[in-house]
């Protein structure tokens, strides 16, 4: 007697999940390597990350109808969770970067502002002639 491999179509839940948790776990992977960079705090290449989480985010969203449909499979649930917690730890990680980045920017506005300036109608100037 041979085994034979469950057929998909006679499990409907079996096939959606083997369409579903490929594709959380593509865009999870994609979420998880932009993490490690940005807690590298090295350059890191946000174009292509943008590219991979919107790619994922697409597919995911082809699937809604699916998603649904699983929404109470331990291990749909599962994987959605720890892809929701990626997200999240991505979000505060850009978060940073995002205010570091106009930390920086508004420096160098005012060193430019202050360089193209001679002072004379700066308050800084009037105050120091009234000591």
């Known amino acids: 007697m041979t085994s034979r491999a469950p057929n998909p179509v006679a499990n409907p839940e079996t096939s959606t999940l083997a369409a579903i948790l490929p594709a959380v776990e ?27 989480k919107s790619h994922g985010l697409l597919e995911l969203n082809r699937m809604r109808a699916a998603l649904a449909s699983v929404s109470e499979n331990g291990q749909a649930r599962e994987a959605l969770a720890d892809l929701s917690s990626k997200l999240d730890l991505n ?3 850009l978060e940073v970067q995002l205010r570091a980045a106009r930390k920086v920017s508004s420096i160098l506005a005012k060193a430019i502002r202050d360089g193209q300036s001679d002072g004379t109608y700066s308050p800084h100037a009037w105050r120091e002639s009234e000591v």
Do not use: F, I, M, T
């Not at 593509?26 to 990350?49: C, F, I, K, M, Q």
């Open 26 to 52: 593509r865009l999870r992977d994609a979420v998880e390597a932009e993490n490690a960079e940005l807690a590298r705090g090295g350059v890191s290449d946000y174009p292509a990350h943008s590219r991979r």
């Open 91 to 93: 979000r505060r990680l």
